[in-house]
């Protein structure tokens, strides 16, 4: 069975951090790509950051570059996000997620939840000003 487990969410001040963990089980972890996405009160799920377990590679959206970075432990099959310099608009609940599809450079493909089969529960971000 597919389990996906978010932790590490919580309340912070803007301009603070968190980390995020995904701890997967149940599938070939380096044969996915496993991806973050956020949903807000009232807003559709949009991707934040995904990456390619059996190499890295990565990518963001625009508006976390450079505050986020996604990295991963094959020898725990978790997947992390760091985020930094936090702010008001990023509160919304995280989920990570997994996709047996390959890498595409179709811009934001993998950003996209439709591309994704397999969902964790969420874990909940609150940024406060």
């Known amino acids: 069975e597919v389990q996906l487990v978010e932790s590490g969410g919580g309340l912070v001040q803007a301009g603070g951090s968190l980390r995020l963990s995904c701890a997967a089980s149940?599938?070939?972890?380096?044969?996915?790509?496993i991806g973050w996405f956020r949903q807000a009160p009232g807003k559709e799920r949009e991707g934040v950051s995904c990456?390619?377990?059996?190499?890295?590679?990565?990518a963001y959206a625009d508006s976390v570059k450079g505050r986020f970075t996604i990295s991963k432990d094959n020898a725990k099959n978790t997947v992390y996000l760091q985020m930094n310099s936090l702010k008001p608009e990023d509160t919304a609940e995280y989920y990570c997620?997994?996709?047996?599809?390959?890498?595409?450079?179709?811009?934001?493909?993998?950003?996209?939840?439709?591309?994704?089969?397999?969902w964790g529960q969420g874990t909940q971000v609150t940024v406060s000003s």
């Open positions: 997620a997994a996709t047996p599809r390959p890498w595409s450079p179709v811009r934001n493909y993998l950003l996209r939840p439709s591309t994704y089969d397999y």
């Open positions: 149940g599938f070939t972890f380096d044969n996915y790509v």
């Open positions: 990456i390619r377990s059996r190499d890295g590679v990565t």
